[in-house]
């Protein structure tokens, strides 16, 4: 398996665009979560999702965030409009049944900038 | 809510030991021990994790306390390679949220 894919890997964009990440996790897999780093904060979880339904969205900074899983091999987190202090570098993984012990699988990462 | 404590960084020497400790002490008797690792540039990695024996893999070795409430990650010999935050993730009692606190930076020393 290529693993937990995330895309764009880099995007710049100005204040009050919409931004779109997208997220393929792993095959087989039945959790999927979105984090964010930044050096203030360091990581945090923004929504996971089980079973392609939004499980805990407790983490979502506002409104301007939306996340949508509408099948098991895609997620995407969205952000409109987007403010410079969403500049962070956001994660997405993949995992089986964390609570017993499965362990996530992260992406590489897609660091946004925003302007 | 349910935390763990680490050291904010530690220092080893190259092909030394390394022992990160981390206390959990809110663990519930079915929570799992959960260590991952943050290399420079890169996203999260799994290192290892274990219930209540200690544990072996490739990459480590988890020894946890009898009562559970604390747990000691080791590198047998740390290479620089090894220079990244290991995160002790918090009991997730039941939930299936990992979270990640400030973790330990281990800086390797040539």
């Known amino acids: 398996d290529a693993g937990v894919i995330q895309s764009p890997r880099h995007e710049v964009t100005e204040m009050g665009q919409e931004v779109t990440l997208r997220c393929k996790p792993i095959s087989g897999h039945d959790y999927l979560f979105w984090y964010r780093q930044t050096m203030m904060r360091g990581l945090e979880l923004l929504i996971y999702?089980?079973?392609?339904?939004?499980?805990?969205d407790s983490g979502m900074p506002e409104d301007r965030f939306s996340a949508k899983m509408p099948n098991a091999s895609f997620s995407t987190l969205k952000i409109q409009p987007s403010e410079p202090r969403d500049s962070a570098v956001y994660f997405c993984?993949?995992?089986?049944?964390?609570?017993?012990?499965?362990?996530?699988?992260f992406g590489e990462g897609s660091r946004l900038t925003v302007l | 809510d349910a935390k763990t404590t680490q050291p904010n960084s530690m220092e080893s020497n190259e092909e030394e030991p390394v022992h990160l400790p981390c206390n959990h002490s809110t663990i519930s008797g079915t929570d799992y021990i959960h260590w991952y690792r943050q290399l420079p540039s890169q996203g999260p990695e799994y290192v290892i994790h274990g219930l209540t024996s200690n544990v072996n893999n490739r990459m480590a070795s988890l020894a946890i306390a009898e009562d559970r409430k604390s747990s000691t990650l080791i590198l047998h010999r740390a290479t620089l390679r090894d220079a990244a935050v290991y995160y002790c993730i918090p009991p997730m009692n039941r939930d299936d949220k990992i979270i990640f606190g400030k973790g330990t930076r281990l800086h390797i020393l040539p």
């Open positions: 993984a993949s995992s089986l049944a964390p609570d017993l012990g499965g362990e996530l699988f």
């Open positions: 999702f089980n079973n392609n339904v939004p499980i805990d």
